[in-house]
């Protein structure tokens, strides 16, 4: 669930949408890990994400910007 205010959020990411791949690396559920340290990294690097949403049944590609984030 992407947190209001962060750069998912930011994106139009929604609760529900299946992260398919970041950034052309495809992704399992099981790797959700390795889909959050793509992300990481220097303030402002863009990140390109393709996402199936259940709620519409289509894949979105959804472009957001790392940010420093805190929790």
């Known amino acids: 669930v992407p947190f209001k205010g962060a750069p998912a959020y ?3 990411i929604k609760p529900g949408d299946n992260i398919l791949k970041v950034n052309g690396k ?5 790797d959700m890990n390795k889909a959050i340290s793509i992300m990481k990294g220097k303030v402002g690097k863009k ?3 393709e996402v199936y949403r ?18």
């Open 10 to 12: 930011k994106a139009g």
């Open 26 to 30: 495809k992704l399992t559920s099981k």
């Open 47 to 49: 990140v390109v994400m």
């Open 54 to 71: 259940p709620s519409t049944k289509k894949t979105l590609n959804k472009v957001l910007y790392t940010e420093n984030i805190s929790i």
